[in-house]
């Protein structure tokens, strides 16, 4: 969906929020036409330029149609959804715009389903296309509509390179779309794995808090050369018995930052393959359930 066809851009938040008012009521008017652009990014924006100018749309679009079915986002953009099952309005972003359109439901959730069964690279030698994917996060709060049944679990990544990848585009997405989402509102999730039993990492992001990643080791000492060494792998302090590296401002050579330090603890520590990372507690301030497909590992 990075293309927007023959339609022009809807440059006021009112007019967008008012043909998102249509396509909600009306769907069989607009349903299997391109996808309308309401806001064109500038090339090469910051994680917060782009929040900032997304929030006036998407706060015009929920005062005039109400809170979205589904919460959402893919590395190309946030992915928020008005859903039944007839049909589904969806506020995408593709890349340097985002897009206003509406779906058959079913079809529009098979294309998905198929995308994330069969999408991926087979192979650490692969390229990873984790960025292809229809969504990384998912959050349903019960919103206005109903959600499906189920959700689509993600492949597996092939490596452990690819879930570095993979969590720091999960990181650069929440920076840019949690906040326009849910406010202050933190996300979070536990990270382990079978390598390393009894070891957590801890990953979170609210906009006041900014981004935290830490591991656990209080069974590790305090000395001044363990010190150095957790230095070296990425962390920048130690609490109680963990280390953490803080982000206060995050944008995006920060979310690459933090997902090269977890990779580096995770190697240090024996991990080997991503099939012994498991995903825990993911939550967003204990509201609803929160889903992250987009990481490729088992919860």
Not at 29 to 52: K, N, Q, W
Not at 95 to 109: F, Q
Request: proline residues 8%.
């Amino acid at each position: 969906m990075e293309t927007t066809g023959g339609n022009q851009l809807i440059r006021d938040p009112g007019t967008a929020a008012a043909f998102a008012r249509a396509l909600h009521e009306t769907p069989g008017d607009f349903i299997g036409r391109d996808p309308v652009p309401v806001l064109s990014f500038e090339p090469g924006a910051s994680l917060r330029d782009r929040r900032e100018a997304f929030g006036a749309v998407y706060g015009a679009i929920v005062a005039r149609t109400g809170e979205p079915t589904l919460h959402g986002g893919s590395a190309r953009g946030p992915d928020i959804r008005w859903r039944d099952p007839r049909r589904t309005v969806l506020l995408s972003g593709a890349g340097t715009w985002a897009l206003l359109s509406v779906h058959d439901t079913d079809l529009l959730e098979a294309a998905e389903r198929r995308s994330f069964d069969w999408g991926g690279a087979w192979s650490p030698a692969e390229p990873h296309d984790v960025g292809l994917l229809p969504y990384l996060w998912r959050l349903d709060r019960s919103g206005p509509g109903e959600p499906p049944a189920d959700y689509p679990t993600g492949r597996p990544v092939a490596g452990l390179d690819h879930f570095a990848s993979a969590l720091e585009l999960l990181l650069a997405a929440w920076v840019e779309q949690l906040p326009v989402q849910v406010g202050d509102d933190w996300a979070a999730f536990t990270l382990t794995s079978s390598a390393d039993r009894g070891r957590r990492f801890h990953l979170s992001y609210a906009r006041g808090d900014g981004l935290l990643v830490s591991v656990d080791d209080r069974d590790g000492g305090d000395s001044p050369e363990r010190g150095d060494l957790m230095r070296s792998r990425g962390w920048h302090s130690h609490d109680r018995g963990w280390w953490q590296a803080e982000f206060p401002d995050p944008d995006r050579p920060h979310t690459a930052e933090a997902a090269r330090t977890v990779l580096a603890e995770l190697y240090a520590r024996g991990t080997s393959a991503p099939s012994q990372l498991r995903v825990r507690d993911a939550s967003c301030r204990d509201r609803g359930t929160l889903l992250l497909p987009g990481l490729g590992i088992r919860t």
